[in-house]
């Protein structure tokens, strides 16, 4: 994970990208960033890949690529969502078994939000540093958080919708979206009528994250 967080900041530095949250997993890894872009974002995600690919290969004589393909990303509403993102990606190791709590997982960003350690990589959202007037206090407020779990629903929500490379927050949020973007910003259930406006609509949808 030490070697991901070297990747990431080489494009980071170079200001692609504002870094807030991750959760480096045994074979995946979560981010919750905003890029300047979309074009910027792959960018990003392009160049921490590649420069990883060759660290893997380098220190294990081998060749050819380690991801299974194109990275998955949604929109999120940060206003009403956003530390349900936190939980939901901080939370991943607990989730997953690895650790009983997540304040023993070191490859999160956990470290820094909940309990104060430091981490050049990140930058303080608006909306975190509105916990508390100083970084402890603020840790304390984010702990906080943590009591109370997403839930499945919201769980699958979040996975479907990054899966899906959908919209992630309110109604509002969705309409405020496809206004800017001329679609639809959340899939149907297939089938139906093909020639009708929602149809369309649907089929014109990324399903594979930001392009």
């Known amino acids: 994970m030490s070697q991901f967080n070297q990747c990431i900041a080489i494009r980071y530095f170079q200001r ?47 060749t050819g690529t380690i991801w299974e393909g194109r990275f998955k990303s949604c929109l999120v509403d940060s206003e009403n969502y956003l530390f349900t993102l936190y939980r939901y990606i901080e939370m991943n190791p607990v989730r997953a078994g690895i650790v009983s709590s997540i304040a023993e997982y070191p490859w999160s960003s956990y470290g820094y ?17 509105d916990l508390g007037e100083d970084s402890e206090v603020r840790a304390k407020n984010y702990q906080k958080i943590f009591k109370t779990l997403i839930s499945t629903q919201q769980e699958q929500e979040i996975t479907d919708a990054t899966m899906r490379g959908e919209v992630y927050g309110s109604e509002g949020f969705h309409l405020e979206i496809n206004k ?14 093909r020639k009708s406006e929602k149809y369309r609509n649907q089929a014109g949808c990324s399903i594979d994250g930001l392009k």
Do not use: W
Not at 113 to 129: A, V
Not at 180 to 193: E, F, N, V
């Open 180 to 193: 800017l973007i001329s679609r639809a910003t959340k899939l149907t259930a297939h089938g139906g009528d």
């Open 16 to 62: 692609l990208c504002t870094y807030y949250t991750n959760s480096g997993m045994t074979n995946h890894l979560h981010l919750l960033i905003s890029p300047f872009d979309k074009v910027q974002l792959s960018k990003f995600m392009q160049t921490m890949a590649n420069r990883y690919v060759r660290y893997f290969n380098a220190t294990r004589n081998r």
């Open 113 to 129: 939000n909940g309990l104060g350690e430091e981490n050049s990589l990140i930058t303080e959202h608006k909306l975190y540093q």
